[in-house]
């Protein structure tokens, strides 16, 4: 006897692409929480969406460019596949409300086409060190950029991994935030991936720096690298 195929389901008609940020206590939500916060929040407020085909059907939502757990963001992306064509105003109200505090829409706009990731070439970062020497972090930046390779190890899915940090490095500036040392930083997305902890583990190893276990992460923006400027533009605009 054949197995039953699935019934297919009908592409989606809009696809919209939607920039949230992840404050306060959320930097330590995971990815997969987050996206069980999407699913449920898309549910509650009643958006139509358009389902994948197989024989468990899930909502056409794609993800891009997650931070890691631990890290705030102010750029964080996914795109929604809709059944029904909406004003992408509408939608971004309606999800907003029903997202927990903490995950917040920014902004939402219909997709022109193509592959969401492939915009997303880098990311800015503020890294705040309280308690840290002035002096001390600017002396390590200052050795971190004038070292060509930065070997630095990472547990990954795959094991223990070795790779260069200072080669993602687009630039990395000393700044101050709440009256407090921090790190102004561009990173190049890279397979692997460089994180900016792994910058912190970079500056340890050429100059012995220890960042304090105070140090917090977010990411102000990502998406396309303007070479020329060394800054990070809006995927969305």
Known sequence: MSRQQPEQQAPPVQRLRIRYAKRGRLRFTSHRDVSR????????????MAYSSGFHPHPRISYAGASPTGAASEAEYFELGLSER?????????????????????????SPGGALADLLVASAWLVELRGADPVE???AVAAFLATESVAVERMTKKGLRSFDCRAAVVSLDVTEAAGEPALALVLRHTVPAVRP?????????VAGFAAPATALLTRLAQGPLDETTGTVGD???
Do not use: F, H, K, Q
């Not at 699913?39 to 009643?46: G, I, P, T, W, Y």
């Not at 902890?197 to 190893?205: F, I, K, N, T, Y």
């Open 197 to 205: 902890d792994d910058v912190l583990s970079g500056l340890a190893e």
């Open 86 to 110: 909406r004003d992408p105003e509408e939608i971004g109200r309606a999800l907003d409300e029903a997202l927990p505090d903490g995950l917040d829409v920014a902004t939402i706009v219909e």
């Open 137 to 139: 972090v600017a002396a």
């Open 235 to 237: 995927p969305l605009a």
């Open 37 to 48: 916060a999407v699913e449920r929040a898309v549910v509650r407020a009643d958006i139509p």
